[in-house]
């Protein structure tokens, strides 16, 4: 595809849910990265890959957070036991090589609600 | 720790004036990033700049290293140009991006 993926586009949980969020990015890119958004806010870092290797997960809140990018392409993001502070737009991003110097590609985001 | 911050938060203007938003950050960084929210959440990467100038069209970004100073500034607005604008640094040796909470603009016909 032309740009960066995601889905779902909205997903909304029970409390206690699982939840299971992808990432399409632009075909060749090197660098992956998610975001969490909340309400009137900046993105917030949560982690980074360089390919299939998770280089920094600082940013995840929680043990709660897992996420992956087995193949160095497809990434998820998987949430678990989710809370109503989870409830935010997930973005993930996607640059060439290495991000620090180089744009980065957003996608339209994932918006969870967790009820 | 790098922090951003962004001023104004909120900035109401006419169509046609020139509008300049700021950002300021607390580190050395790589590059400095603006990008562009739109209502429902679609983000565009607008300009990633480590020194001086770039322009595009109607926008122009400014980077001044020595006051770890960054300007956005819009020429002839319009209200398409309505949206949330964001900056963000990258620290040298570390690739994650650190955002500012964002300008939000209204341009009013």
């Known amino acids: 595809g032309a740009g960066v993926s995601q889905s779902p586009r909205y997903k909304v949980a029970k409390r206690g849910q699982d939840v299971a969020l992808r990432c399409d990015p632009i075909?060749?890119?090197?660098?992956l990265f998610w975001y969490q958004q909340a309400l009137g806010q900046g993105p917030e870092f949560l982690t980074y890959?360089?390919?299939?290797?998770?280089?920094?997960k600082s940013g995840l809140p929680s043990d709660r957070f897992f996420a992956e990018r087995p193949e160095g392409s497809v990434s998820t993001l998987k949430i678990q036991r989710t809370q109503q502070e989870d409830s935010a737009v997930y973005l993930c991003?996607?640059?060439?090589?290495?991000?620090?110097?180089?744009?980065?590609?957003f996608g339209p985001g994932t918006r969870l609600t967790v009820l | 720790k790098n922090e951003v911050e962004q001023s104004p938060q909120n900035l109401t203007a006419q169509e046609g004036e020139f509008i300049t938003i700021n950002c300021s950050y607390s580190?050395?960084?790589?590059?400095l990033h603006w990008l562009q929210q739109h209502p429902g959440g679609g983000i565009v990467s607008l300009f990633m700049?480590?020194?001086g100038k770039k322009k595009h069209g109607r926008l122009i970004a400014t980077i001044n290293i020595q006051e770890k100073h960054s300007s956005l500034h819009i020429t002839a607005s319009h209200p398409r140009d309505s949206a949330v604008y964001i900056c963000?640094?990258?620290?040298?040796?570390?690739?994650?991006?650190?955002f500012g909470t964002g300008t939000r603009l209204t341009i009013i016909p």
């Open positions: 991003a996607s640059s060439l090589f290495v991000a620090g110097g180089d744009t980065q590609y």
């Open positions: 075909s060749g890119h090197v660098s």
């Open positions: 890959f360089q390919n299939e290797a998770q280089l920094d």
């Open positions: 580190v050395g960084i790589s590059a």
């Open positions: 700049l480590s020194s």
């Open positions: 963000g640094s990258g620290s040298f040796g570390n690739e994650k991006l650190t």
